[in-house]
């Protein structure tokens, strides 16, 4: 089976591919993540995958090979929730999210013979979180390095009250979308 190149170092990321029965090598790649001055969300999220799969092709000593970008982003009023900088940062964006819906978007890039993304929205409703709630949430570990300071797998599960949308998506990889993608470009994990 054809394997291709995850450029990504997320842990769910890999478990999604494994799930679906895609084989990869990892190649985590580093670019500037900041928003362009007035840039959408589903355009950055866009963009960041894109250019994630770019940067690994570019890496990547085996040009033959689909790469798969993609990049997770909460959005609520608006504005990119990215992940916190430290516990205060933190605890600032669950008060944020705290009784009310927001949106989860997850590009997916593929570059292959030709160039294929798409992007996935989910809408995610949180409970009304206590200041003890936030403090217990902070001290799991989950929220540092998660899109949102939150991970729908793990512990936050126990605040979220409706999911609209794509589970995978909101965990990092929309699998449905992502498994479509990978058809096109000829790729069959099945």
């Known amino acids: 089976m054809q394997k291709i190149i ?13 799930q679906i029965g895609v084989e990869f090598d990892a190649m985590p790649v580093d670019i500037d993540e900041a928003p362009l001055k007035g840039e959408r969300a589903y355009d950055y999220v866009q963009r960041l995958a894109l250019e994630k799969a770019q940067a690994a092709k570019h890496f990547s000593k085996q040009s033959d090979m689909l790469v798969l970008g993609s ?23 669950l008060r944020e999210l705290s009784g009310r819906t927001h949106s989860v978007m997850t590009s ?14 989910s809408k995610v409703t949180f409970t009304i979180l206590s200041e003890s709630d936030i403090e217990w949430y902070w ?9 949102g300071a939150y991970a ?6 126990v605040f979220i009250t409706r999911l609209e949308g794509s589970f995978s998506g909101v965990m990092g990889l929309p699998l449905y979308e992502t498994n479509q993608l990978l058809k096109q470009q000829g790729y069959l994990a099945q």
């Open 108 to 121: 997916v890039a593929i570059l292959g013979e030709q160039t294929l993304s798409i992007v996935s929205e």
């Open 71 to 93: 990049d997770t982003s909460v959005v609520i009023d608006g504005c990119i929730l990215g992940k916190p900088d430290d516990r205060d940062h933190a605890r600032e964006m």
């Open 152 to 157: 729908i797998q793990g512990k936050a599960a």
């Open 6 to 18: 995850l450029a990504s170092a997320s842990p769910r990321r890999a478990e999604l591919l494994n």
């Open 139 to 147: 001290a799991t570990g989950e929220p540092k390095g998660k899109a």
